[in-house]
């Protein structure tokens, strides 16, 4: 008898524990944090989630709006006259499909600053750099766990990235 009680109080506690991890889920441990790269003018997001099992995740970053501004320099480093040229794009996403470790993932995506053929430098021997970036509406979401989480808007400028 006594075994029998003891082996049901065993396994209420353990249907119990099982019941409150797989109700915990999917959540981000850690971040997810925003970044932008003053060298490159990456916009990183780092995070860690746990809770996953072993079941590849997806996720994805976009931004409503990305704007990147070039500018021409010469071989010497100096600008020609002229304004700088601007680019924008809107709906702008990446993906990265990562596999847990032990029920977590620890990882960063990044979105990446991108010249289009419309933003040149015209005449011989000027290289075309990107001197600002301004990245608006940005969302991450683990796609697989239906988890979205809005992001800060960030830019800089006095960028001198490059050459494209």
């Known amino acids: ?3 029998l009680i003891t082996l049901t109080i065993t396994m209420l506690a353990l249907t119990s524990f099982m019941a409150n991890t797989l109700r915990a889920g999917a959540n981000f441990i850690t971040g997810p944090t925003a970044s932008l790269s003053t060298t ?12 996953l099992g072993n079941t590849p995740v997806t996720y994805t970053l976009t931004a409503a709006t990305e704007t990147f ?3 021409c320099f010469n071989k010497g480093g100096n600008n020609p006259q002229g304004t700088p040229n601007s680019i924008s794009f809107s709906n702008v996403s990446t993906q990265t499909t990562l596999t847990p470790r032990n029920g ?4 960063s995506i990044s979105l990446i600053p991108q010249a289009s053929p419309a933003v040149s430098c015209q005449g011989s021997g000027l290289l075309l750099f990107l001197i600002a970036v301004d990245y608006e509406g940005v969302t991450f979401t683990d796609t697989t766990n239906g988890i979205t989480v809005d992001m800060p808007s960030l830019s800089a400028s006095g960028l001198h990235v490059g050459p494209f």
């Open 1 to 3: 008898m006594r075994r």
């Open 40 to 51: 490159t003018g990456d916009y990183t997001v780092s995070f860690k989630e746990a809770g």
């Open 69 to 71: 501004t070039f500018r």
């Open 104 to 107: 977590h993932i620890t990882g």
